[in-house]
């Protein structure tokens, strides 16, 4: 289906190709043990040195084929899987799927999905298919051997004879096809208990990371107790379903073990009455036996694979829900309504609700020309920043309109994300990291008074970590400066600095951009002094006037 399809349907008939020389390679090595056996029963010593010089070169072709087709098919696993990661991270972003994830609105731990489950998926479809292939195209070759080898078994059933041409040939289909029957019977429900353990070993994994993440909070609380519980309860769902892993492990296992076993003898008693009445020399013998093994394998793949299958199949379940919440998401909608031609932030009868349904605050109109200034204050929990959520296409619970004139837009959390990486990089965020020249990198961090910082640009680092909270929100500030949007919207970007910094901040954006368009969520009175306009939330009426 991709772009990429021929070259990998090339790669892919390739491994193809190696697999069937591999099986012609075994099947060549049965008839030499037939030669040898009876080289050996002649004791004919210038035809052993001779059959050993085969084996040499059967055996160097083997290695030859087998570093080939593992060479092959792992380059096909990673280009597949370099396809699939692509198909799923554009899916991912798009309409802001990952924020819908995060919020609560689709499958759970989309990061083992995209990382764990396209690398089984990549890797398990391949191994498991082509091994497929293979035992399907063996199955075929040994089968013309046993077929060759099994000669006819006579019936005597009520005075008729029954003739069974190829009959040890039947014997491994009838035994393998009982055998795959009672594997499903013994292990069916490991699907289910793959795809439970697969969903508990990422909660754990996020519990962990949001240890490390959280670190300094934790540690400020005091809370290892409450975390190391918490991550211990985790564990402990992972054990609880272990043992569910363990038990039907232990049923498939002993299944596998005893259809093995058995199946090494049934070619012994079939074939024995044949030798022993003088119908096959002793080199067909062991071909036949060698041979029968080989279908018996072939037939019983099933069998030797089912946990692995099992694997796949709880894969392939996490794929198919993960794919479906992706193309249907359930608050898909937005509140937001792009308007090239409008020159100005129009909200009309806009209504914001919570997901449970329940109403945040009046209805509210209201309009922001560009060039304004306009505070946003109320009492916590009324709404102000899921205001800004809404301005931002974010918040799709409620009713209304907001119409958003074309430009460059800029909202700032109280919490600037910062990526791991260069200064730099955290600077141009989002763009690329080449985006502004050093020159004016070095001139924001000097305006926001982070100078300490200039000769650190190229410094990779986890800027969030070794960072205060006001030395992120100045960094953020200074991003500001170097975008120079139109449209800017702060959402308590300043609570971490003092009013001294905070009032630097607010005067870099009115000299240094004019014009520019400026929304805030604030509580502090000294910043009415930087707008031109407030709008008060309340749980009855929201109120607008000038400053």
């Keep these: 289906m991709s772009e990429d399809r021929w070259p990998a349907r090339g790669l892919l008939m390739l491994v193809i190709a190696f697999d069937l020389l591999i099986v012609y390679r075994y099947t060549r090595l049965s008839y030499w043990q037939k030669d040898f056996y009876d080289v050996l029963t002649n004791y004919d010593v210038d035809a052993f040195y001779q059959r050993l010089l085969e084996l040499a070169v059967i055996a160097t072709a083997g290695i030859m084929l087998d570093a080939a087709r593992t060479y092959t098919a792992q380059y096909l696993e990673i280009r597949w899987r370099n396809w699939m990661t692509d198909v799923f991270l554009g899916r991912w972003f798009y309409g802001r799927a990952y924020y819908r994830f995060e919020r609560g609105h689709g499958a759970d731990n989309p990061d083992q999905r995209i990382a764990e489950d396209l690398r089984l998926m990549a890797s398990n479809t391949l191994e498991l298919g082509l091994g497929l292939l293979s035992n399907i195209v063996t199955l075929a070759s040994f089968a013309v051997i046993v077929w060759g080898l099994s000669g006819t078994l006579s019936l005597a059933l009520g005075g008729t004879t029954l003739e069974v041409p190829g009959y040890i040939f039947w014997a491994a289909v009838l035994y393998a096809v009982a055998g795959s029957w009672a594997m499903e019977k013994i292990g069916g429900r490991m699907v289910t208990i793959d795809y439970t353990q697969q969903q508990r070993e990422a909660d ?7 240890v490390r993440e959280y670190a300094e909070q934790i540690a400020f609380y005091r809370g290892e107790k409450a975390e ?39 070619p012994t008693l079939l074939v024995g009455p044949r030798y022993f009445a003088h119908q096959m020399t002793f080199g067909d013998y062991m071909q036949l036996g060698q041979a029968f093994m080989r279908v018996r394998v072939s037939l019983s793949w099933f069998i030797y694979k089912y946990k692995e299958l099992a694997l796949l199949r709880s894969v ?15 608050d898909a909608r937005t509140l937001l309504e792009p308007a090239p031609d409008a020159t100005a932030i129009e ?5 914001l609700r919570l997901p449970d349904g329940s109403a945040l605050g009046d209805t509210l109109d209201w309009r922001i020309a560009p060039g304004e200034r306009w505070l946003i204050r109320g009492p916590s929990g009324v709404g ?9 296409g974010l918040w799709p619970h409620g009713s209304g309109e907001i119409a958003m004139p074309a430009g ?13 990486g260069s200064l730099r990089a955290c600077l141009c965020y989002p763009g690329d990291a080449q985006r502004f020249s050093v020159d004016e990198c070095i001139a924001v961090l000097h305006a926001v008074r982070l100078e300490a910082l200039a000769g650190e640009l190229d410094a990779y680092d986890n800027w969030a970590k070794r960072l205060s909270p006001g030395e992120q929100q100045r960094l953020a500030f200074a991003r500001v400066l170097l975008h120079k949007p139109v449209w800017l919207f702060l959402d308590e970007a300043t609570a971490s600095l003092d009013p001294r910094n905070e009032a630097l901040l607010y005067r870099l954006l009115i000299e240094r951009l004019p014009g520019l368009t400026l929304v805030s969520v604030a509580h502090r009175e000294s910043l009415a002094v930087f707008h031109t306009k407030v709008l008060e939330l309340a749980d009855e009426r929201a109120r607008i006037a000038d400053l």
């Design 228 to 266: 190391e519980t918490r991550l211990r309860d985790s564990f402990q769902a992972i054990r609880a379903n272990w043992r569910e892993i363990m038990t039907y492990t232990k049923r498939i296992t002993i299944a596998d073990s005893f259809y093995t076993e058995v199946g090494a003898i049934v």
């Design 204 to 210: 754990f994994r996020v519990l962990l990371v949001r």
């Design 384 to 392: 102000k920043s899921t205001l800004l959520r809404a301005l931002a």
């Design 316 to 330: 392939y379940r996490r794929l198919v829900e993960f794919e479906r919440v992706l193309a249907h998401p359930s």
């Design 347 to 351: 909200v009309r009868g806009l209504r």
């Design 408 to 420: 460059r837009e800029m909202f700032l959390p109280q919490q600037s994300y910062l990526p791991v």
